[in-house]
């Protein structure tokens, strides 16, 4: 059985995350992107919908599946409608990522998240990259890729951790502020978590 050295990306809104576990995928390491997973749960899976529409209402979903906009419309601003859907779709997502692990057989997977340290996720994983990026930088790409306001954008960053908090928790961190080159970064990085993973295996 393959001991798994499990390495989580996380980062706010904004700060290129998934740019990051790109590249690793391009270097041949499974990436799990639980954000995905979690609007695709919510979609597909029939008790989660059931969940959802019980807490939400039916208008939860329409002809063409989940309405996002309706949930978005529930939770935003709203901390303890947020934490009840997350209660209802982060035990759903951490089932599915372990079935996900067994899957695997690279010895090194990541596990892309942008609540890791908000769901003690990160507790389970061994070895933790943050990427940041300035807030002005943040708030431009989102505008350009998401339909949402700035004052939108700015309320969602100030509802996630600082990028200063959870930096200081991390294994790592990518600087990913539009000038710093993120490939060598990365490769760094990979170098380390290789090493971390050798040590891992020769303990096991």
Known sequence: MIKHFQVGVTGGIGSGKTVVTKIFTVMGIPVYDSDSRAKQLMSEDPELKSEIIRAFGDESYGVHGLDRKFIAAKVFNNPAELERLNQMVHPKVGRD????????????VINEAALLYEKDIAKRLNFLIVVTAPDIIR????????????????????NQWPQEKSSLLADAVIVNDNTSALIPQVLDIYETIKR???????LA
Not at 97 to 108: A, F
Not at 139 to 158: A, G, M, P, Y
Not at 196 to 202: E, G, I, P, R
């Open 97 to 108: 990522y372990s079935k996900w692990l067994t899957e695997q057989t690279s010895n090194i």
């Open 139 to 158: 708030i431009e790409r989102v505008l350009k890729r998401d339909n949402r306001t700035e004052s939108q954008i700015r309320e969602i960053i100030s």
């Open 196 to 202: 971390k993973a050798s040590l891992q295996n020769k």
